[in-house]
C-alpha cells in the first residue's frame, strides 16, 4: 500500500499526462484549490473539467486499492454508528461494510496511514481502505449524517474560542425565533464573526446558491473561501444574523441594513449588516469596523516626500478644499478621518455629514445622513453653516447642490474635505464642471486633490525574488534600462498568508495640489490630459509613477500595479 498521500501537484501532472485535463485547466484548478482549500481532484470535478470516475479510477492504481461506485451502496445504520460523524466530516471518510473484525471504509485518501490508524483505534476493527470519488463521498457523508452539532464542530475547527457578547442585542418572542437561536447555529455565527477579525477581513459573505452555502471572507481586498455550511441551515443562520442586527426577520422581499456590536475580549467592533433577496434566499455581507485596525497617522501610509508635503500643506491651510477620490474600497474614507485626525485640536469645531458613519472619532461631531427623511449631504452642510464650523468633511460629492454649498463653504473661509468617484485626480476637476459647477469656483476653491489605489504587499514571510516575461513586463511601459533597475520579487505561498503570497496592503497615491499654472489651465477649459501632463511636468506622480516606486521597493508585485492602474 502507499503510505503517503499522492500531493496535489502530482495528481494534476498525472491527469494531465494521461489527457484528462489541459495545463491551462490545472492552473486554473490549483488557483481555485488555493483559495479554497479544498482537495485538487475535488475542484477538477466541481469546474467540471474532468469526470469524477476518471480521478477515481486513476487514484485507484495510484493507491492501489479497489474504486467503489458508492450509488450501489446502501449502509445499514450500524454501520454508519462505528464511525462518529465528526471524525466522519473531518477526514472525509464513510464506513461501508463489515466482515467479521474487517471494517470497509471509503475514503477519500485512503493512502494516509495516520487516518487509516485513527479509525482502527476508533472503530476496533481492521481498516480495509477502498477509494471514491470525493464530491460523491462528501454527498454520501452528509446523507447519512445529518447531526448539525457534528458538522458546525467540524466548520468551526481551528477557529479561536473567544468569549464574545453582543452588545444592544433586542430581545425577541421566544417562539418565533427558536431555530435562530438554536446553540450550534449561534456558535457558528459567533466562530464567524471572531475568527474574521482575527483573520483581519473587512467583510463576512454568507451566499445561498441552488445546492450549497457558501462563506467567504474580503482579506486585503480578495475574497477567499472559508467554509460551506449545511444548505439545511440557510434559513437560521439568516435569522440569526436578522436579530443580531434588529432587522425584520419575517421580512425577506426588500433588502435591508443594520448594525451588529460585540465585545470580544475588551474589543468593542461593530458591522455593518446589509441583507439582499437573491434567487435561493438572501444574501448578507457584513463589513467589519474594527477601530483598533484604523490607522490614522498619515505618515504611515506610504506617500512619497512631495506628495506627503503637499497634502499636509491643504489639511493645514484655514479654507479652501480637499478631495479624496477612488473607487469604492480604496481606502478614501480612512485617508479622510486621518487628515481630519492632524487638524483636530481643542481651538476648531469640525463637523462631517457620512452615510454611513464608519468610525465613531472623539471630538468630532459626526452626523449620519438618512435621505429617507430628507437629511441629505446638502441639507445637513447647510445646517453646518449655521453652526460655527472651522472644518466641515462631507462623505461624498454626489450632485450638484450638495458640490455648490460645499464650493460656497470652501470660498467662505472654511476647510472641506469630500470624496469624489473618479478614476485619478486631473478626472476630477472634469467631473465637477460636468456637474454644473462653474470653472472659476473650482479654480478658486480646490487646494488638492488625491486618487488612491489600495494594493496588495508581498507577504514578508515567502517573499522570493521572481523573473516576469517579456510580455509581462511590456505592461508597465517602461525602457529596458529602467526594468534592469529594479528587482522583482513575489510571494511564493505560505500559512502567514494563506498561500496567497499576499499580505496586508499599501495605498498607492497620486497627490495634485493645485498650483498657480493649474487654475489658469481650469479657468482656460483645459482637458483632464493637459491638466494631467502639467501636472506631472511640476512633479506630481501618476498612480503608475507611485506603484512602479513602490516595485522599486520591494512592496508589491507587477500583477498589482497592472490591476489597479492606468498606463
Known sequence: MVTSAVSGLRIGDLLVGEGLISQEQLEQALIEQRSSGARLGYVLVKLGFVLEIEITKMLARQYHVPAVDLSRFEVDEKIIKLVPSDVALKHTVLPLKRDGRSLTVAMAEPGNMQI????????????????AGEYTLRTAIEKYYEQTDAQLASLLEGMEDEDLEIVEEEEEEEADYAIADDAPVVKLINGLLTDAVRRGASDIHIEPFETELRVRYRIDGALLEVMKPPLKLKAALTSRVKIMSNLNIAERRV???????????????????????????????????????????????????????????????????????????SGKTTTLYSALSQVNTIDVNIMTAEDPVEYNIHGINQVLVRNEIGMTFAAALRAFLRQDPNIIMVGEIRDLETGSIAIKAALTGHLVLSTLHTNDAPSTITRMLDMGIEPFNVASAVNLIVAQRLIRRICKDCKAEHEYTSDELAALGMTDGELAEITFYKGTGCSSCGDTGYRGRAGLYEVMALTPALRRMILQGGSADELKEKAIEEGMLTLRMDGIMKLRKGITTLEEIVKETAG
Open 116 to 131: 487509516v490508524d485513527d479509525l482502527k483505534f476508533i472503530t476496533r476493527c481492521d481498516i480495509v481502505p477502498v477509494i
Open 255 to 329: 433588502p435591508q441594513d443594520g448594525r451588529i456590536k460585540i465585545k470580544v475580549g475588551k474589543r468593542v467592533i461593530d458591522f455593518r449588516v446589509s441583507t439582499l433577496p437573491v434567487i435561493f434566499g438572501e444574501k448578507i455581507v457584513m463589513r467589519i469596523l474594527d477601530k483598533g485596525n484604523l490607522t490614522l497617522d498619515l505618515k504611515t501610509f506610504g506617500f512619497e516626500p512631495k506628495a506627503e508635503k503637499d497634502l499636509m500643506t491643504a489639511i493645514s491651510n484655514p479654507y479652501g478644499m480637499v478631495l479624496v477620490t477612488g473607487p469604492t474600497g
